[in-house]
């Protein structure tokens, strides 16, 4: 498990891995409750993927709460059949005044009912 300080970076590489489908849409997130929800720290639209190894920073917020949390990445498709595709790790954040976190939620699509 890796330990963060709230408003430290973390630095993400993505490959495409052969089929980068023309880009397409990724987000980072942070989970607290077990990714039942997930709060995006960072979006990429429509550029994702579509050079190998993409690499970019993502800021932990200062007001990231500490504790354990799970850290998403996620990746929809731009063309070919409907693909979605979510990878996850367990992180600890450490935060010394508390914190809450709050954002956009985690975008959901290309998934049927």
């Known amino acids: 498990v890796a330990t963060y300080q709230a408003g430290s970076s973390i630095s993400v590489t993505?490959?495409?891995g052969g089929a980068p489908h023309d880009g397409g849409h990724c987000?980072?997130?942070?989970?607290?409750?077990?990714?039942?929800?997930?709060?995006?720290?960072?979006?990429?639209?429509r550029e994702?993927?579509?050079a190998e190894g993409l690499s970019y920073t993502v800021p932990i917020p200062d007001g990231a709460p500490s504790g354990d949390a799970i850290f998403s990445w996620s990746w929809i498709n731009a063309v070919g059949n409907r693909e979605c595709y979510q990878d996850c790790a367990d992180v600890?954040?450490?935060d010394t005044d508390g914190g809450s976190l709050s954002g956009p939620q985690l975008l959901v699509v290309n998934v049927p009912p």
Do not use: H, W
């Not at 607290?32 to 929800?37: A, P, Q, R, S």
């Open 14 to 16: 993505l490959g495409m």
């Open 92 to 94: 600890t954040i450490q």
């Open 48 to 50: 994702c993927l579509r």
């Open 27 to 45: 987000q980072v997130a942070l989970s607290y409750d077990n990714g039942n929800t997930f709060v995006v720290l960072s979006t990429v639209k």
